[in-house]
């Protein structure tokens, strides 16, 4: 014990005589200070996020609370004037309610109900208010249906009321539901309140949706993706897709960069390099379900222009022909850097189907194909059930501005804001200097949209 306590006496009298022992101590002083430093910064963090949390929360409450009274007064709304003013409100607070519910730290099944619940009051609310201002009463069946959405905005309203209450009793800590991660918010809350997000899932799984022809169309709403077809393959299947996709003799080396699996379309994603491009990377995408083509690009010098517009047209349709997508019509183009990206949709029966679009990039000087995108196509594409066309082109044009100079005339379906389709009359024509594309629905004769077409020396775009 003597010799210890010997040799520690030595050392400290050899850590004064080198001035070491004051020079300790004050690294010790900056530790503990940094790290009282770190703990208040900490804290104050944590409180900025609980601070934070309560404002999203709160601003919720007030959002589904302005929703579940402006849903009410749409139900005994008497003129089409003052439904299509509430509506919008509905629409306005809803949107709100959605923004304030993303920032909260939970991820679970039940708020992503709520989510949805939310959305489709939003779409539902505005497709309607559309209907208001085009000076129509609602349905029996569209006020049976805001009444289903009133009584599931009253059941959320008294969850975050009880939630609410518990919050400001101390009950609930946005500090503790964020640990937890991911782990169900309705288990925790249920500890703690029996009216909680647990019981309002089993309502929301009795509520899948209203079922109309509209905004809140079920089937558009829901994540199937209709033109992604077949089987789940490996990844050397989608690797000798690739290949071929590219061209054999093209492809010098692919490998696999990695798989995308969190988006709504998980793919196998391959670099390769090109033979006779040595700084040209190229990068393509194939679907795990079914071997699509997803995506594809790259690019290299583009040597003078010598492919016209009009051959880059013809050369991108017999591409998409030989490679399974059939039936495609050149519409929308824009030039840059020698290259042309050319929209094609899908032509069914005469009527163009712009949901189902494939985009190509096609190089001006040799016609080679340097791109493609197929999400749209995947997304959307399958052979319609055609709707009768009631109103016929000529009832069509009757309303169109007497102003507009027609210049081609057609039938297309084109995609809504709320995510459903509708069959159109569609007339391209002119006012003064500026082109237009008008939409006629070819069963109401309602005017569905309106598109300004861009004429550069670059490319024919729409606004």
Excluded at 53 to 70: G, I, K, S
Excluded at 119 to 137: F, G, H, T
Excluded at 156 to 171: A, C, F, I, P
Aim: proline share 2%; with cysteine; net charge negative.
């Amino acid at each position: 014990m003597g010799k210890i306590t010997n040799k520690l006496t030595d050392w400290k009298n050899r850590l004064q005589d080198r001035h070491m022992l004051s020079i300790i101590v004050v690294l010790f002083a900056i530790i503990i200070a940094m790290g009282v430093w770190i703990y208040q910064k900490q804290t104050e963090y944590r409180q900025a996020s609980e601070n934070g949390y309560n404002m999203a929360f709160f601003e919720l409450v007030d959002y589904v609370q302005n929703v579940e009274t402006y849903l009410a007064k749409s139900i005994i709304s008497s003129t089409p004037e003052h439904g299509a003013e509430t509506l919008t409100n509905v629409w306005r607070e809803a949107n709100l309610a959605q923004v304030y519910l993303s920032r909260l730290p939970i991820d679970s099944v039940e708020l992503e109900k709520t989510a949805k619940f939310l959305n489709q009051v939003s779409d539902y609310s505005y497709a309607l208010s559309r209907k208001n201002i085009y000076n129509e009463k609602l349905t029996q069946e569209d006020l049976d249906n805001l009444q289903e959405l009133h009584d599931y905005s009253v059941e959320l309203e008294n969850t975050l009321n009880q939630l609410s209450t518990d919050m400001n009793e101390g009950r609930i800590s946005w500090g503790e539901l964020t640990k937890k991660g991911n782990m169900a918010f309705a288990q925790e809350v249920s500890n703690i309140s029996k009216d909680s997000f647990s019981s309002l899932e089993e309502n929301f799984h009795e509520y899948s949706g209203l079922i109309y022809d509209g905004a809140f169309s079920e089937h558009m709403t829901s994540t199937e993706k209709k033109g992604l077809t077949g089987e789940n393959i490996s990844e050397e299947k989608a690797k000798e897709i690739a290949k071929k996709f590219i061209g054999e003799n093209k492809v010098q080396e692919i490998s696999l960069s990695g798989k995308s699996e969190n988006t709504d379309m998980v793919t196998y994603d391959f670099n390769a390099k090109v033979n006779g491009e040595k700084d040209a990377n190229l990068v393509i995408s194939i679907s795990e379900k079914g071997g699509h083509v997803v995506f594809m690009n790259y690019n290299r010098n583009i040597e003078a222009e010598s492919v016209t517009q009009e051959r880059a047209d013809e050369i991108g349709k017999k591409f998409l022909q030989e490679h399974d997508f059939p039936n495609m019509k050149e519409t929308y183009y824009l030039k840059e850097g020698g290259i042309v990206t050319i929209n094609y949709a899908y032509e069914q029966d005469g009527v163009v189907i712009y949901p189902d679009l494939v985009k190509l990039k096609v190089a001006l000087d040799n016609g080679e194909i340097m791109g493609i995108e197929t999400t749209g196509y995947l997304n959307s594409h399958e052979e319609r059930d055609l709707p009768e066309v009631k109103i016929t082109k000529e009832q069509a044009k009757n309303s169109l501005n007497p102003k507009l100079d027609i210049k081609s005339e057609n039938l297309a379906i084109i995609p809504t804001e709320w995510k459903t389709e509708v069959m159109c009359w569609e007339f391209k024509g002119k006012v003064n200097d500026t082109d237009f594309l008008v939409y006629i629905n070819c069963q109401t004769g309602k005017e569905e949209d309106i598109l300004v077409i861009v004429n550069t020396p670059n490319g024919t775009l729409t606004h």
